[in-house]
């Protein structure tokens, strides 16, 4: 079964932290990019991190700094840790590959609090 699982989000103030994780299936996850998204009420959902198979990282330049994407490949798993989290933060949170995405999960909804 293709599935893509978020987990980890909360209300937290700003300035806090956050880990993010995401179980993938392994017919999504091996090998493949792999990105963390993210939808902000109102708004359009946008690309946050990516990750590729053998660890090279991207950042959209509004959490450069401030969030770290990793992974597990012995368990299908991404992570995104977020540090020094802001009130603009707030949005439910998505994993999926980068390239050909599969069926969104029910992502993770983050809040941050002023």
């Known amino acids: 079964q293709v599935r893509l699982v978020e987990s980890g989000g909360g209300l937290v103030q700003a300035g806090g932290s956050l880990r993010l994780s995401c179980l993938a299936s392994?017919?999504?996850?091996?090998?493949?990019?792999m990105g963390w998204y993210r939808q902000a009420p109102g708004k359009q959902r946008e690309l946050v991190a990516t990750?590729?198979?053998?660890?090279?990282?991207n950042y959209v330049d509004s959490v450069k700094g401030r969030f770290t994407i990793s992974r597990d490949n012995a368990k299908n798993t991404v992570y995104l840790q977020m540090n020094s989290l802001k009130p603009e933060d707030t949005a439910v949170y998505y994993c999926?590959?980068?390239?050909?995405?599969?069926?969104w999960g029910q992502g993770t909804r983050v809040t941050v609090s002023s």
């Open positions: 392994g017919s999504i996850f091996s090998g493949r990019t």
């Open positions: 999926n590959r980068l390239y050909a995405p599969a069926s």
């Open positions: 990750i590729t198979s053998g660890g090279t990282t």
